[in-house]
């Protein structure tokens, strides 16, 4: 059986035929896909999207515990959060296969830092594997549950966003999902419970553990020695492999698939065999400051390969500096007189309201990681600073317990508010600092494809669920001023964020409006421009709303306004802005 699947689809179709029972995952580019397609194997597997990383580990970790096969997924920075419970888990050690992906992002498509999360994996001590195709997502992912049975250790894999998204045919062999064997639990304390006494064990045992795995990474099929010419000798792994194996293709190219521990002896065996040796990786010099602490000579070169994507031009130029048989790949440049074309927030979004109306308020807005960010740029420019998941709030209270003066406002999405937000409203409270927090809810995980959160009355498999409250929320933890307020109503926007930033308590605030695109709303109407009534002021594009364009010239610098009929969502925003009532909806 064989389908052309992309490395995130071929992870999922891996678990499936692993017998992966319960997966649980936060989604985030460039991952969000292999819950999705895993999610579709509903007879075989228990798939759930937590509220964030750890959690989403932490479930994991105890579908192990129990004896079945579990997996969670997540972006780099995803890890990041999730490394709390990973870092005991390693020590205590899988019982029912543990597979962990990170998908990386080298060059920062959609992230805020490009972290190298195998130095996490090392961190760790959790063995890594990193696939360079699909077939070997595919392959990789089946054979990480065997080997975290067989060492009792998380196994992870790196993926990256070029192995994530690019689609390859894949051999599915003879593919029949089915649930693994569940491993009978037996309560066993010393395992799993790591106080001091326990734990100290546990240190000693994941050495010797590490050991036997290196062992047999030396002999594993995982890592191959593809023969060529001595001279230069390339020791790669993941997606850098297709670009050594496509610019240097008469070389000898050692390719490593299990990173780490690193299979030592088999690189020693490699760099005996050929003249010079070279590293290429992408991201961090994980490899080669290893190969370095060996004892082994690494040929230097001036050609960066360490930092964003690499790509096959970045490598003809390591060919043209090492070998010269070859120009040098010059930079690819954009044409200046082209109009640039950054990402906006979607006509009709509700978000679009919200920024409006705190820009006008000259509020300090701490702002956080979703489709709102876009608040920050022209000619919105409604946000001072992002830094991660939940972080809007914790950093208004700093502002504020710094001494800083003015309306300050925290922003963040309903779904990063279930994520890590909670957590930073109750710290604010508890601590007396009166922070002003508004929830951009839009019922909807809208930055990453539109997933369900426990506040969209969906599960990731498609039943019914509970729909959780935020203000109910908010008032448990012990705020009084909770508030409700449509995003498209500019006017009690400006009155009820005004009202809570002036005054010294602390506020939450919803901002409700559905993603347009998510809830597939049926328009009531279009909005349209009276051209015999725009005074060409220029207001109405301070929105920023994609629909609205520019008409006729009537000075220089000023134009006339145009609705765009086929990207217009009917929100009515514009017309709350226009002062002379230019703007009408119409059917």
């Known amino acids: 059986m064989k389908k052309f699947l992309s490395a995130n689809e071929a992870v999922a179709h891996g678990a499936a035929q692993a017998g992966c029972i319960v997966a649980s995952a936060y989604p985030g580019t460039p991952s969000t896909e292999i819950l999705e397609n895993l999610a579709k194997f509903k007879a075989t597997v228990k798939c759930e999207w937590a509220v964030n990383e750890k959690v989403a580990m932490e479930t994991a970790i105890g579908a192990s515990m129990a004896g079945a096969r579990a997996m969670t997924t997540m972006k780099h920075v995803g890890l990041n959060v999730a490394m709390d419970p990973l870092m005991t888990f390693t020590y205590v050690g899988a019982t029912g296969g543990m597979v962990i992906i990170s998908a990386d992002d080298p060059g920062m498509h959609s992230s805020q830092n490009e972290q190298d ?34 060492y009792e250790v998380p196994v992870i894999i790196r993926l990256t966003t070029r192995t994530s998204h690019s689609s390859s045919l894949v051999d599915l062999g003879d593919f029949n999902p089915a649930p693994h064997e569940v491993i009978p639990y037996v309560k066993n304390i010393k395992k799993t419970i790591p106080v001091p006494m326990f734990a100290r064990g546990h240190r000693l045992n994941a050495e010797k553990r590490t050991a036997a795995m290196e062992a047999e990474s030396n002999e594993s099929p995982l890592n191959k020695i593809i023969e060529g010419k001595k001279e230069f000798g390339f020791v790669t792994s993941a997606v850098a492999y297709q670009y050594v194996k496509e610019i240097f293709p008469e ?207 969906k599960t990731l498999q498609g039943d019914e669920a509970p729909v959780t409250d935020i203000m109910d929320i908010a008032k448990a933890c012990g705020y009084k001023k909770v508030v409700k307020v449509s995003a498209d109503d500019l006017s009690e926007l400006e009155k009820v964020l005004a009202d809570a930033m002036d005054n010294d308590e602390g506020a939450l605030i919803v901002a409700y409006a559905p993603c347009r695109i998510a809830a597939k709303l049926t328009k009531e109407g279009l909005c349209e421009t009276d051209s015999e009534k725009c005074k060409a002021c220029g207001a109405c594009f301070k929105l920023g709303c994609p629909a609205i364009t520019r008409g006729e010239e009537v000075r220089p610098g000023f134009f006339k306004m145009k609705i765009d009929p086929t990207l217009c969502a009917g929100c009515k925003q514009c017309s709350q802005v226009c002062k002379f009532g230019a703007i009408k909806r119409i059917r």
């Open 251 to 457: 070389y000898s190219i050692l390719k490593l698939g299990w990173t780490n521990p690193m299979p030592k002896a088999l690189v020693k065996k490699f760099a005996d065999s050929v003249e010079k040796l070279v590293v290429v990786e992408e991201l961090d010099p994980f490899l080669e400051d290893q190969i370095k602490a060996m004892g082994l000579k690494v040929t230097p070169h001036t050609t960066e390969l360490n930092i964003f994507e690499l790509n096959a031009d970045r490598l003809q130029n390591l060919r043209h500096e090492l070998i010269g048989d070859v120009p040098e790949a010059k930079a690819a440049t954009t044409d200046p007189t082209l109009p640039t074309r950054p990402p906006v927030l979607c006509a009709g979004c509700g978000h679009r309201g919200v920024f409006y109306t705190l820009s006008k308020l000259k509020a300090t807005v701490t702002g956080d990681i979703g489709c709102y960010t876009l608040g920050a740029f022209p000619p919105l420019n409604a946000m001072d600073s992002t830094i991660c998941m939940g972080a809007s709030i914790g950093n208004a209270a700093g502002m504020k317990k710094a001494g800083k003066t003015g309306r300050i406002c925290a922003v963040l999405g309903d779904s990063t508010f279930f994520h890590s937000g909670i957590t930073g409203i109750l710290s604010a409270h508890y601590n007396g600092t009166p922070v002003t927090t508004v929830v951009l809810d839009n019922r909807i995980t809208g930055m990453t494809g539109h997933q369900d959160n426990p506040g969209s009355g």
């Open 117 to 150: 999360n195998r130095n996490l994996a090392k961190f760790a001590r959790a063995l890594l594997l990193e696939p360079a195709d699909s077939q070997e997502a595919y392959d990789m992912t089946i054979k990480a549950f065997e080997l975290s049975e067989k």
